[in-house]
T-cell receptor
Framework: SQQGEEDPQALSIQEGENATMNCSYKTSINNLQWYRQNSGRGLVHLILIRSNEREKHSGRLRVTLDTSKKSSSLLITASRAADTASYFCATLSNDMRFGAGTRLTVKP | DAGVIQSPRHEVTEMGQEVTLRCKPISGHDYLFWYRQTMMRGLELLIYFNNNVPIDDSGMPEDRFSAKMPNASFSTLKIQPSEPRDSAVYFC??????????FGPGTRLTVL
């Protein structure tokens, strides 16, 4: 299975600061995606980056992918209290398995 | 589209009772997944189906757990008999081939 592993496990920042989360994986991929989970709810898809892309933007989100290092990062700029959630990465494969996620807390 | 639908949203039952969780995937999706999430173990993949056929059930904890997908629009996850350690949030998700997954709202199961 292709499971992503996120770090740090927990991140606490002030509103307005940037938050960076990292993801590492072990096998070759075609795509990688990031999800967000608000407390008690299902995961919501945020952004997908393909293996031939190095960087992708969506609003305040910026994702990078380094296939040589088998790693990806998710940057949330100008964070808001509403960004408080857990963030997961997953490599696109049939058996979608997730890592432990990064728990982000944005303090107002 | 209404998204992935799960029922019930909350279930409280006593140890030893049978529990059945239900899921309706998004129409046209050919993959369906069952996950369990707890604080201790995080988000665990229990089983997934492709075109109604179970592909990998290696995540099913033990024989007390069983899952079926009788048709493309319905799946069940059954626990019999239930135990307190089965208490968790159970998520169903669906996707179309190699695309993003869509999660249901989850069923919060409490076994007393």
């Amino acid at each position: 299975s292709q499971q992503g592993e996120e770090d740090p496990q927990a991140l606490s920042i002030q509103e307005g600061e940037n938050a960076t989360m990292n993801c590492s994986y072990k096998t070759s991929i075609n795509n990688l995606q990031w999800y967000r989970q608000n407390s008690g709810r299902g995961l919501v898809h945020l952004i997908l980056i393909r293996s031939n892309e190095r960087e992708k933007h969506s609003g305040r989100l910026r994702v990078t992918l380094d296939t040589s290092k088998k790693s990806s990062s998710l940057l949330i700029t100008a964070s808001r209290a509403a960004d408080t959630a857990s963030y997961f990465c997953a490599t696109l494969s049939n058996d979608m398995r997730f890592g432990a996620g990064t728990r982000l807390t944005v303090k107002p | 589209d209404a998204g992935v639908i799960q029922s019930p949203r909350h279930e409280v039952t006593e140890m030893g009772q049978e529990v059945t969780l239900r899921c309706k995937p998004i129409s046209g999706h050919d993959y369906l997944f069952w996950y369990r999430q707890t604080m201790m173990r995080g988000l665990e993949l229990l089983i997934y189906f492709n075109n109604n056929v179970p592909i990998d059930d290696s995540g099913m904890p033990e024989d007390r757990f069983s899952a079926k997908m009788p048709n493309a629009s319905f799946s069940t996850l059954k626990i019999q008999p239930s135990e307190p350690r089965d208490s968790a949030v159970y998520f169903c998700a669906s996707k179309k081939t190699v695309n993003e997954q869509f999660f249901g709202p989850g069923t919060r199961l409490t076994v007393l």
